[in-house]
């Protein structure tokens, strides 16, 4: 074959299965893509978006987004009610014969219950999907701080989270200051808000291999998060505590670090 043409999978014989090599580029339709970035950013505005708010986030021209949000819409992968976008029925019956994450749940609930009731407290861990995506996949909580599912099956703004910090950690200063803006969204008083503190926040957060959330997403909530990583050194996931400023922030703290580290380093092995 001539250096610089793409190679077209082969056909397997009968009852044999091709060998599983990566497509092409030029395999690849680009509206299929398309319409999955938007479907992703549908699933971050559940009261639904119209078609210019959802184009201008993710950066496609309206016209494109109305024809893919056309076509969706008809497939019932979309729905549209008052000229306002949000995921159809097709997606929540698809995504209920789907295991997303194989398992992981299953393996990792009993090291969440298993510091949750030594150190009395509410745990989470978080999947990193790539990228800036993150799912709250598992909960457990101590028997003295019982919190809500509130982020269960969601996710953390990125600038006010111990979470979020750490998948800021990943990334370099410059790819931050590109894609956030100076100001960011206030949720208490204790908010970051000025991106140049931010990165300054998420520096020290790569120094020392930990973040801290400090009454910055809600009065009165403290966590830090430790991350999980594979045996190639990048960030699957994440292990957080959660619990009262009151108690958490106290002289106890590095212990508690510790034993965050400890459990993340625990999950690692687990996944790996």
Same mark, same amino acid.
């Given at each position: 074959m001539a250096t610089?043409?793409?190679?077209?999978?082969?056909e397997a014989p009968d009852g044999e299965e091709a060998a599983t090599t990566p497509e092409p580029f030029d395999l690849i339709n680009k509206s299929v893509v398309k319409a999955t970035v938007l479907l992703r950013e549908l699933g971050h505005h559940r009261d639904g978006i119209n078609v210019t708010e959802l184009a201008q986030s993710v950066k496609m021209s309206r016209p494109t987004a109305f024809r893919l949000? *056309?076509?969706? &819409?008809?497939?019932g992968f979309v729905e549209r009610e008052d000229n306002r976008y949000k995921l159809g029925w097709q997606l929540a019956h698809l995504g209920r014969l789907a295991d997303p994450y194989a398992?992981?749940?299953?393996?990792?609930?009993?090291?969440l219950d $298993?510091? =949750? &009731?030594?150190?009395?407290?509410?745990?989470?861990f978080v999947m990193v999907r790539g990228g800036w995506d993150h &799912?709250?996949?598992a909960e457990a909580s101590g028997s003295r701080y019982l919190r809500s599912h509130l982020? *269960?099956?969601?996710?953390?703004? *990125?600038?006010?989270? =111990?979470?979020?910090?750490?998948?800021?950690a990943e990334?370099? $200063?410059?790819?931050? =200051?590109?894609?956030?803006?100076?100001k960011l969204e206030s949720f208490t008083k204790h908010t970051i808000t000025s991106r140049d503190a931010l990165l300054k926040e998420v520096r020290q957060v790569r120094e020392q291999g930990y973040a801290i959330l400090d009454d910055e997403l809600e009065e009165g909530l403290f966590a830090?998060?430790?991350?999980?990583?594979?045996?190639s050194g990048a960030l699957i996931g994440i292990l957080v505590i959660n619990g009262p400023t009151q108690r958490l922030k106290s002289d106890h703290l590095p212990t508690t670090i510790d034993e965050v580290r400890k459990g993340a380093e625990e999950v690692a092995k687990l996944l790996a």
């Open positions: 610089g043409q793409s190679a077209v999978p082969e949000l *056309l076509s969706l &819409e008809q497939t398992g992981v749940v299953a393996r990792i609930q009993p090291i $298993d510091y =949750a &009731e030594r150190l009395n407290e509410t745990f989470s &799912e709250v996949i982020y *269960l099956g969601g996710s953390y703004p *990125l600038h006010a989270s =111990a979470t979020g910090k750490l998948i800021l990334q370099s $200063d410059e790819k931050i =200051a590109a894609e956030l803006p100076k830090v998060g430790c991350p999980v990583r594979d045996p």
